[in-house]
């Protein structure tokens, strides 16, 4: 992740000098065109010719170590004609293998304790990078706060200051219902999506902290919010068809001049680990495959769950393929260079509710939830078979499930207004 941000930073500090150098030309044109393009705010200050003088000293040190018969810097590949090295994630699964042979996984087994009630229907969840805490958005416009090591310590029975309380904290800033939740990759800071047309910042590691520090006024609902890896950014889908894209320092928000002819609302937006690209889940069932820089359409996936809503899309970690779900009951994996089917993973009902497929922390296996049956589903990523089917715990259809990046446990929310914890 840390290689990831670094890249994302130093193509924006790229771009940024690229239009200070065309302004220094005087191609006021190309350089608005470029800041387009690449999403670079145009008040970017710049040292005059800052850019000639980079790449001088660039040369220069190139020769140098040339002349000590030094290799590429390490930074770049040399392989790849100069083009910076992406530090992807490495997935356990290889999806690339046809006609898999041989026995499935055994999902390992999970306890489950009913850890808290919302007011309303608990609509979602989010995980923090590090797997250290996750917060919970509800109907009744409020988002709870969990700490994962005081919920595991209470399931163990072992907490030396006798059954604690599992929700750190309540924040109260919303007037409508909770859509989507995300945390920054670094900072203490979670953010919440909501149909208030709002986008609203919370800092955790404040104790006293309830309210919001800060708020983004969207012109439309805003069904789900995703940071980009590097932080400084923030992609929300709404019930325009087209994502937008916000600055979080100046709060500017940018939209694509490639909308693809789009005209349904974006149930799910999310980047990929190094931001190199983000994905988009809409209600006319489509999947639209985006380039992180300048935010063109590079693979539309039209009809991926027919004419029905696709409810969620996430990349594995290698980026190399999308799993999606929608409200046709389908899970389906694809691959990002074609928009080629590969997988799909049967055996549940989803028509009704906004849920979602995810990968657990290693990507062998696949969760979802099934509305009808009030269960939880697991798939083994690779086999693409059905390995586990848990009764959901909640009184009625689960409505999300999200699962930890790091750790082997994961949290269900349910219209019972109840949320889970699995481990």
């Given amino acids: 992740m840390d290689a990831a941000v670094q890249e994302a930073k130093l193509l924006r500090q790229v771009n940024a000098l690229i239009v200070a150098h065309l302004r220094d030309q005087n191609l006021t044109q190309a350089a608005a065109a470029v800041a387009a393009a690449t999403m670079t705010p145009k008040a970017d200050a710049s040292l005059p010719n800052h850019l000639l003088r980079l790449v001088a000293k660039g040369l220069a040190a190139e020769r140098e170590e040339a002349a000590r018969g030094g290799g590429a810097p390490p930074a770049f590949d040399s392989a790849g004609g100069g083009g910076l090295a992406r530090p992807l994630g490495t997935s356990a699964v290889d999806f690339s293998v046809q006609n898999v042979r041989g026995p499935s996984k055994t999902f390992p087994k999970h306890e489950t304790r009913h850890i808290s009630d919302h007011k309303n229907v608990a609509r979602c969840a989010k995980f923090s990078p590090d797997g250290k805490h996750f917060a919970t958005g509800s109907g009744d416009t ?11 310590q209470t399931m163990l029975g072992d907490s030396k200051e006798g059954p604690g309380r599992p929700v750190v904290r309540t924040f109260y800033d919303h007037v409508q219902p909770i859509n989507d939740l ?3 990759p670094i ?7 909501a149909k208030d047309n709002t986008i609203k910042f919370f800092e955790f590691s404040k104790t006293a902290a309830r309210k919001a520090f800060r708020v983004i006024q969207d012109t439309h609902n805003v069904r789900s919010v995703c940071f980009h890896p590097c932080g400084d950014y923030i992609l929300a889908g709404t019930d325009h068809p087209v994502a937008h894209l916000y600055d979080v320092n100046t709060f500017t928000c940018f939209l694509s001049a490639n909308p693809q002819d789009s005209s349904a609302a974006i149930n799910q937006v999310r980047y990929s680990g190094t931001g190199s690209m983000y994905v988009t889940a ?5 999947l639209r495959i985006w380039d992180g820089v300048s935010a063109e ?17 996430i990349f594995t970690k290698d980026e190399r393929y999308i799993l999606s779900s929608g409200k046709d009951s389908c899970i389906k994996l694809w691959e990002v260079g074609t928009g080629r089917l590969v997988k799909q993973y049967p055996g549940v009902v989803n028509t009704q509710f906004r849920c979602q497929a995810v990968f657990n922390e290693t990507e062998e296996f696949v969760l979802s939830t099934d509305e009808q049956n009030n269960e939880v589903v697991v798939w083994d990523a690779l086999t693409s078979e059905r390995v586990a089917r848990l009764p959901s715990g909640h009184t009625g259809a689960p409505r999300w499930l999200e699962h930890s990046p790091v750790d082997a446990v994961f949290v269900t929310c349910g219209n019972d207004r109840s949320v889970r914890f699995w481990k």
Avoid: Q, W, Y
């Fill in 142 to 152: 409020s988002i709870k706060f969990f700490e994962v090591s005081k919920i595991k």
């Fill in 182 to 184: 995300d945390f920054h």
């Fill in 187 to 193: 900072s203490p800071i979670l953010i919440s999506a």
């Fill in 282 to 286: 809409s209600k006319d069932g489509s």
């Fill in 297 to 313: 359409c590079v693979r539309p996936i039209i009809g991926a769950h027919g004419s029905v809503e696709a409810t969620s899309a």
